[in-house]
């Protein structure tokens, strides 16, 4: 395959993704625009995690809550967990890289608070850490994933939602997060505006 192809295969690769997603993805993504309004309208907030791209997701995500998506409207309640290198490195050397956002779940996390919990694989430790300890401290999780959802769909509770993306590839997975993250967006400002 020429380079062009490879190219136009790619983008053939995530619109296929994202229509088999959207079969799968847009009653679970209402679920969770509902689980998020309420707990802001509520005076909760909303924690984020991920590594790597989703380390990324996670603030880009929080940029849009603290700051602004598309409309005007007060700043919401929303931290990334992947931004303060002082605790990531801190806990990381004394503790385990596993309890990088567990111990700040345990830290900042309050009962109706929502975790945000991104990973491709469902596998990742310190993902996996932290929503455990967000389940004890009886905090909602959305787990945006893919490849199945591994070991985070087992720890689920009833009240969480979980967005699985229907893919093996990581980088495909990505790209429908990213959209999803923005429905998550527009969906909370359609309800806390009242704009259909
Ligand atoms: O962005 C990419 C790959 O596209 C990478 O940085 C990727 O996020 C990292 O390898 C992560 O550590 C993968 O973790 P996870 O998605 O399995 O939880
Ligand atoms: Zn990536």
């Known amino acids: 395959m020429d380079l062009s192809a490879r190219i136009a295969d790619q983008f053939e690769q995530s619109i296929a993704t994202k229509r088999a997603a959207a079969e799968l993805m847009v009653a679970p993504l209402a679920q969770a625009v509902d689980l998020m309004t309420g707990c802001l309208m509520n005076g909760g907030k909303i924690l984020a995690c991920g590594n790597g791209g989703s380390a990324a997701d996670a603030q880009h995500f929080a940029a849009e809550l603290v700051n602004r998506f598309e409309m005007e409207r007060p700043p919401l309640a929303a931290i990334a967990l992947t931004t303060d290198t002082s605790t990531l490195t801190s806990i990381a050397n004394d503790y385990h890289y596993d309890q990088v956002f567990s111990k700040q779940v345990a830290a900042l996390g309050h009962p109706g608070d929502v975790l945000l919990?991104?990973?491709?694989?469902?596998?990742?430790?310190?993902?996996?850490?932290?929503?455990?300890?967000?389940?004890?401290?009886?905090?909602?999780?959305?787990?945006?994933?893919?490849?199945?959802?591994?070991?985070?769909?087992?720890?689920?509770?009833?009240?969480?939602?979980?967005l699985c993306v229907p893919s093996a590839r990581t980088a495909r997975i990505q790209e429908v997060h990213l959209l999803a993250l923005h429905c998550l967006c527009d969906g909370i400002d359609s309800l806390l505006l009242g704009v259909e």
């Open 117 to 162: 919990a991104i990973s491709t694989s469902g596998n990742s430790p310190n993902v996996i850490e932290a929503m455990r300890v967000a389940r004890e401290r009886e905090m909602h999780v959305v787990a945006l994933t893919g490849k199945g959802g591994g070991r985070m769909a087992e720890l689920l509770g009833p009240d969480d939602v979980h």
